[in-house]
């Protein structure tokens, strides 16, 4: 883990660190598993920092990219505050098939964008980092993220059609770029939510301080 650290440019602090969700998720969770197995202080700091780096580079626009700033449309300073309201990029190597572009299926792998199924990832992520701090922030933002990507990437149960979920959206959540739908996302969503759900419950001394009541009778019925 301290290889891929300095690898990925988590540990020493890389200009361009290289980020892609879902490996930085299990990375967030080994660090945090170190940490909880060695009491090395180190483990926590580096969980912690690669949380920060993740949302300062994958809740961003690309540097090849015309856009800037937070994908959220966010102003700098209130992104910071909510880094997770539009949601995460993938961290791909090529940026976005744009709408004028020809569907590639090949291709479409190694372009960026946003996956359900590395978003409910980053949530538990963020979810275990308030688990082994205490501190409520992280899973304020794991539900932030839930609420903002659950709203786009569900769709549906208008003039009877089924309720579903797409497959992957564009960076800034505007349209879907794969609309098939994962067999496991709405399964692992239903997991991810209760699992917030608890979390925010224990952090505040309520039964269910933040409300994700919407999004588990949506992904109970898909």
């Not at 890389?14 to 969700?21: F, T, W």
């Not at 945090?32 to 994958?58: C, F, I, K, P």
């Not at 098939?97 to 372009?111: A, G, I, Y």
């Not at 899973?139 to 990507?149: G, Q």
Request: with cysteine; glycine share 10%.
């Amino acid at each position: 883990m301290l290889d891929f650290a300095e690898r990925t440019g988590l540990s020493p602090a890389g200009v361009s660190p290289e980020r892609y969700l879902w490996t930085d998720a299990f990375a967030v969770c080994n660090f945090l598993g170190l940490y909880m197995q060695t009491g090395d202080e180190q483990y926590r700091r580096l969980a912690l920092n690669l949380v920060s780096q993740v949302h300062a580079v994958l809740g961003r626009h690309r540097r090849d990219d015309a856009r800037t700033g937070w994908i959220s449309g966010l102003s700098e300073e209130e992104g910071r505050k909510y880094p997770t309201a539009g949601g995460l990029r993938i961290g791909k190597k090529l940026n976005e098939r744009r709408p004028h572009e020809l569907f590639d299926e090949q291709l479409e792998w190694d372009r960026d964008g946003q996956y359900f199924h590395y978003l409910t990832q980053w949530m538990h992520a963020l979810d275990s980092v308030s688990r082994a701090t205490g501190d409520p922030i992280f899973n304020r933002w794991a539900i932030e993220l839930a609420k903002a990507v659950h709203a786009r990437f569900a769709y549906g149960a208008r003039n009877g059609t089924e309720k579903r979920l797409y497959w992957k959206m564009s960076i800034d959540l505007s349209h879907p770029l794969v609309s098939s739908m994962g067999h496991h996302d709405p399964l692992d969503g239903l997991i991810t939510y209760y699992e917030l759900r608890e979390t925010s419950g224990r952090c505040s001394g309520q039964a269910s301080s933040q409300d994700l009541a919407g999004e588990i009778a949506d992904m109970t019925r898909i």
